[in-house]
């Protein structure tokens, strides 16, 4: 845990507090070594709904940022299921990343890079290491920009 710890300090990065689900599902699921999290979307820094569609009224970069805060959530999540021992997470195994885009919008996996690189910065080059997706759809719940959803595993 001190080594993910450090460098979430190193990053800046202050983990929030897990938010509540916004329907009638788990936020997460412990399946034996397998910690399952449901899909978080962006959330700004003051814990706002970054809103909106790539290709039309977002940039690329826009899209990056807002992966990126989903990744934030998906640790802070995961922290939450561990009962705050991040150290426990031996492997990112898996993230699957929905965008708000237009049809036209072709990059989607340049966005998702925003939460995969942030993954690899806080849990390290092997830990973080992981496989994905990255697909468009026309919405998300709240006109979110982004959606990420991921599987660790994790020590007993």
Do not use: W
Request: aromatic fraction near 4%; glycine fraction near 12%.
């Amino acid at each position: 845990m001190r080594q993910i710890a450090q460098r979430l300090e190193t990053l800046g990065i202050v983990l929030p507090e897990a938010p509540d689900p916004l329907g009638n599902f788990l936020p997460y699921l412990l399946d034996g070594r397998h910690l399952h999290i449901s899909g978080q979307i962006a959330l700004d820094p003051a814990g706002d709904v970054i809103t909106g569609k790539l290709g039309q009224a977002l940039t690329v970069a826009d899209g990056v940022f807002a992966a990126r805060q989903c990744a934030i959530g998906l640790l802070a999540r995961a922290r939450a299921a561990l009962d705050g021992d991040l150290g426990r997470i031996e492997a990112l195994v898996k993230l699957g990343g929905f965008v708000n885009a237009t049809a036209d919008f072709t990059q989607h996996p340049r966005v998702i890079n925003g939460a995969s690189d942030l993954m690899v910065d806080v849990l390290g080059p092997v830990r973080g290491a992981h496989a994905r997706f990255a697909t468009g759809t026309p919405g998300l719940p709240a006109n979110a920009a982004v959606e990420i959803e991921a599987v660790f595993r994790v020590r007993g």
